[in-house]
């Protein structure tokens, strides 16, 4: 399967906890984003890499978000000190072109009990 | 600033009727416009997208639409629903050389037999 890959795709954790999701990208595409999508909502922008740099990084994001894409493949987006309101589908993305089209992961739905 | 407005967040049509999904963009710069399904447990998959050439866009699975600058609209049209377009559809909005896109808040379409 050459498509983007996201795990884990469901995870439910305790407020306070740290958590983190992996992104696999499309292997040729150098472009990943990252958006949230909460029940009712659109995907919301949270953070773009071209290669290994983080390019723009939302207001969305507070401080206890941090996003790394380390040799500009795979991606990683931690959330530390969870909180309710953080309950939500974080989807990945990537695409090879500027302009091009968005191919998304399947998501990783996070439930904060 | 970029934003979209998706008329109507539940739409149900017959088997075999038109389908219809409304979209209007804000734009202080030529649009780039989208469209994306996502079915249940799934990520979004483009539909189709308009790029400032022709203004009649064909997409997969039967889409279309249409790119009415006068009237900032880029509605969603097939002829003949089928129970497979049973989805949520996402409009979407950026420009060229940016890597932001805005989605709407979606339009569940429902199709009954």
């Known amino acids: 399967d050459t498509g983007v890959s996201q795990n884990p795709r469901h995870k439910i954790t305790k407020r306070g906890q740290n958590v983190t999701f992996r992104c696999d990208p499309i292997?040729?595409?150098?472009?990943l984003y990252w958006y949230r999508q909460t029940l009712g909502q659109g995907p919301e922008f949270l953070t773009y890499?071209?290669?290994?740099?983080?390019?723009?990084k939302s207001r969305l994001l507070s401080d206890r978000f941090s996003a790394e894409r380390p040799k500009g493949s795979f991606s990683t987006l931690e959330i530390q000190r969870t909180e309710q309101g953080d309950s939500a589908m974080y989807l990945c993305?990537?695409?090879?072109?500027?302009?091009?089209?968005?191919?998304f992961g399947e998501g990783s739905r996070l439930t904060v009990l | 600033a970029q934003s979209v407005t998706q008329l109507g967040s539940h739409v149900s049509v017959s088997e075999g009727a038109l389908v219809l999904l409304r979209c209007n963009y804000s734009?202080?710069?030529?649009?780039?416009l989208f469209w994306y399904v996502q079915y249940p447990n799934q990520g979004l998959q483009l539909l189709l997208k308009y790029t400032s050439a022709a203004t009649l866009v064909k997409g997969i699975n039967g889409f279309e639409a249409e790119f009415k600058k006068s009237e900032t609209s880029f509605h969603l049209t097939k002829p003949s629903a089928h129970m497979s377009d049973a989805a949520e559809y996402f409009c979407a909005v950026s420009s060229s050389g940016t890597y932001k896109y805005i989605f709407g808040t979606g339009t569940r379409l429902k199709v009954l037999a």
């Open positions: 292997s040729e595409h150098n472009r």
């Open positions: 993305a990537s695409s090879l072109d500027l302009d091009g089209e968005l191919f």
């Open positions: 734009s202080s710069v030529p649009p780039y």
């Open positions: 890499f071209q290669n290994e740099a983080q390019l723009e």
